[in-house]
């Protein structure tokens, strides 16, 4: 087990090592209450795979994107303990063994999005969907390129960026494609999540799986549905062919996992 119980976490994987951070904690009652900040890892190549500690985040959060690119575990936005999104980026570097601050916040306060990054090579950052500060859906997806410094975001909300659909709590995996433009990228593929009527009605988990290609002024397509509607999902990727899609909650908790072709 984990050394801490955890909900609204966020994860992403490095080779063998898988590493955690945030999440929304449990009063000794077992009621779930506030967030932390502690981190951990665990080396699934270890005889005996066992979690250890990292140093904690920089604040407690929980409902961030987070995703590994560049050697380096991303966590971008999310939520405080105090339930207010927030615009911090930061980044753990596992050879210097510390949380660096990514230099640049997000263009806004952002928090149940997803955040994707190049799979192979050194290039870029995305997020994807999401809602605001004010809790007003994202439609567009914001861009950072890693391999530039001073770093920065670009906001992509008109017709190139823009999804077909405002979510959250969505799952995204970025698999592997060529850009033409600025070299090894990918085309990002959301599936699953909620959405809402500007209202705030109407909330409806989703079975679209759609995919933004890596080319320029390609706008989002849709490619086809999930076998159930799910959304708070942990989602991953084989590299070219398959993402696999598996938990989250469809009304009920959802125990499977789905495999999904993306070429």
């Not at 500690?53 to 961030?64: E, G, N």
């Not at 995703?67 to 936005?77: E, H, K, L, Y």
């Not at 698999?175 to 500007?198: C, E, L, M, Y």
Request: charged share 15%; hydrophobic share 40%.
């Amino acid at each position: 087990p984990m050394l801490e119980r955890r909900h609204m976490h966020m994860a992403a994987a490095n080779g063998s090592h898988l590493f955690v951070v945030g999440g929304g904690v449990f009063s000794q009652a077992g009621e779930p209450m506030g967030a932390t900040a502690s981190a951990e890892y665990i080396d699934l190549s270890a005889p005996e795979p066992r979690w250890a500690s990292l140093p904690p985040y920089p604040f407690a959060v929980k409902r961030a994107g987070a995703c590994m690119t560049c050697n380096r575990f991303f966590v971008a936005g999310g939520e405080t303990a105090a339930g207010k999104a927030t615009d911090k980026v930061f980044y753990f570097d596992p050879a210097s063994h510390q949380w660096v601050d990514y230099g640049t916040d997000l263009p806004t306060a952002q928090s149940r999005h997803a955040l994707v990054g190049s799979p192979r090579g050194c290039v870029a950052l995305y997020t994807v969907g999401g809602m605001d500060g004010n809790g007003t859906l994202v439609e567009g997806i914001m861009h950072s390129y890693v391999v530039n410094t001073p770093h920065y975001w670009n906001v992509y909300d008109g017709a190139y960026g823009r999804m077909p659909f405002p979510r959250y709590d969505i799952g995204a995996v970025m698999v592997d494609s060529i850009n033409p433009f600025h070299g090894q990228t990918g085309n990002i593929v959301v599936a699953g999540g909620k959405t809402r009527d500007p209202d705030g009605s109407n909330e409806r988990v989703l079975d679209e799986v759609e995919m933004k290609p890596a080319t320029n002024g390609l706008v989002w397509v849709d490619l086809y549905r999930m076998a159930t509607p799910r959304s708070g999902m942990a989602i991953g990727a084989a590299p070219v062919t398959y993402m696999y899609v598996c938990g989250g909650a469809e009304g009920e908790w959802a125990y499977d996992c789905q495999r999904l072709t993306v070429t």
